[in-house]
Nanobody, 122 residues
Framework: QVQLVESGGGLVQAGESLRLSCAAS????????VGWFRQAPGKERQCVAA????????YYADSVKGRFTISRDNAKNTVYLQMNSLKPEDTAVYHC???????????????WGQGTQVTVSS
């Protein structure tokens, strides 16, 4: 069993940065791929970034490439999402999820966090 808790969301202005954290409990966390997903009101959930269990493989949605960076520290059971040059369209609730690589990059996960709100004002 893995439990995930996100933190780091908030209200920022366009162009600013935030770093989200996904802290996990459970000894098997390091064996899972982890994805960051976002869902805005009226829109479908989207995987914006994912990282393999070792950190050797990453995935980014086109909308965030060059602005967001995903990383993980398995010693700390934590995955990060550094978000730079934020835009109003990045506004959403951001969740992290853990699972197999194939499942995470196609929008799923075995374990989910409760989410953290990111709001970007123009």
């Amino acid at each position: 069993q893995v439990q995930l808790v996100e933190s780091g969301g908030g209200l920022v202005q366009a162009g600013e940065s935030l770093r989200l954290s996904c802290a996990a409990s459970g000894r098997t966390f390091s064996s899972y791929a982890v994805g960051w997903f976002r869902q805005a009101p009226g829109k479908e959930r989207q995987c914006v970034a994912a990282i393999s269990w070792s950190g050797g493989r990453t995935y980014y949605a086109d909308s965030v490439k060059g602005r967001f960076t995903i990383s993980r520290d398995n010693a700390k059971n934590t995955v990060y999402l550094q978000m730079n040059s934020l835009k109003p369209e990045d506004t959403a609730v951001y969740h992290c999820a853990a699972g197999s690589w194939a499942r995470v990059v196609t929008g799923g996960g075995d374990y989910w966090g409760q989410g953290t709100q990111v709001t970007v004002s123009s």
